[in-house]
């Protein structure tokens, strides 16, 4: 089955050119060589398993409600949301459940840093 025109190796005793089809013989061997997944001769498996847990992830901020928010805006919202719900109840103030209801907790750093810059800009005319 060689050519003398072939540049292509032999290959398990076989050497073709891209005139001649792939010899069968071949086909069925590397067929069963791919399927394989251990050895046949000393049981040792090809592949190998691995186990992937996600222990932390790596946030870079969040999307809340349509809003690119900052991960650092995120953490304070994070942060501040228990004591700001404990305030809200403890308080009493309709207006001021119903803002607790409509802002998410994610997004409670920036309405602090909403809040303070206000302040700021009251106090430096």
Not at 46 to 60: D, H, K, Q, Y
Not at 79 to 105: C, N, T, W, Y
């Amino acid at each position: 089955m060689t050519d003398a025109n072939s540049n292509a190796p032999p290959l398990f005793g076989w050497a073709w050119n891209e005139r001649e089809e792939f010899p069968h013989e071949l086909r069925d061997v590397l067929a069963t060589i791919i399927r394989a997944k251990e050895c046949q001769n000393c049981g040792k498996k090809f592949g190998s398993e691995f186990i992937i847990t996600l222990n932390e992830a790596l946030r870079v901020g969040a999307i809340v409600r349509g809003v690119d928010v900052e991960e650092g805006e995120v953490r304070d919202g994070e942060e501040m949301a228990g004591e700001f719900h404990k305030f809200v109840m403890r308080s009493g103030d309709a207006q001021m459940l119903k803002l607790a209801k409509l802002v998410p907790d994610e997004l409670l750093g920036r309405f602090a840093n909403f809040i303070d810059a206000a302040r700021k800009s009251k106090e430096d005319p």
